[in-house]
């Protein structure tokens, strides 16, 4: 069935580093989510994606959708310790558009 | 709106012992989701409501997990009978149509631990 990758699985940086996760599916997405989770907490919506070629900012992160949209990643540049938590892409499965498979994170770790 | 609610916050119990998490959605929003998180298996999504109806529930892992929404403010999850396996966080989250490309909102999370 349609899988959402996600890479690394882990990353350490030190404060000022950058930063990129990487979301690969198997089948062209209608669209796709990223979410962040601090430790401890809940997952939190952070953008969402939906052209082929997208590019969206928030401030020190940058989200992209695939040409082919079956790819995604998000690039923070210079970390800070506030950006320390694991994160998610999520896609829709299958035509069902109403349910979200979540990739497996990647857990971020700022030094100070 | 105070966000998507979930109790209890945490939950220890022992092996066999029956086991009820609740959620509020979010007033207005139409889907509900339950999600459970551990390290093996990620967030994987367990079920899904639609105006309070069972959409899809091929995500429940046995016969012990059964979920119900009995009207558009609260929802319930509960395994019967528990066992030590079932140790995770459950999350609720609820949207507004996902199709028409909705964010989800997560509640807090119930951490449940089974002896």
Known sequence: GQQVMQIPQYQHVQEGEDFTTYCNSSTTLSNIQWYKQRPGGHPVFLIQLVKSGEVKKQKRLTFQFGEAKKNSSL???????TDVGTYFCAGPIGNNFNKFYFGSGTKLNVKP | DAGVIQSPRHEVTEMGQEVTLRCKPISGHDYLFWYR?????????????????????????????????PNASFSTLKIQPSEPRDSAVYFCASSFDPSSYNEQFFGPGTRLTVL
Do not use: C
């Open chain 2, 37 to 69: 998180q551990t390290m093996m298996r990620g967030l994987e999504l367990l079920i899904y409501f639609n105006n309070n109806v069972p959409i899809d529930d091929s995500g429940m892992p046995e016969d012990r997990f059964s979920a119900k929404m």
């Open chain 1, 75 to 81: 690039h923070i540049t210079a970390t800070q310790t």
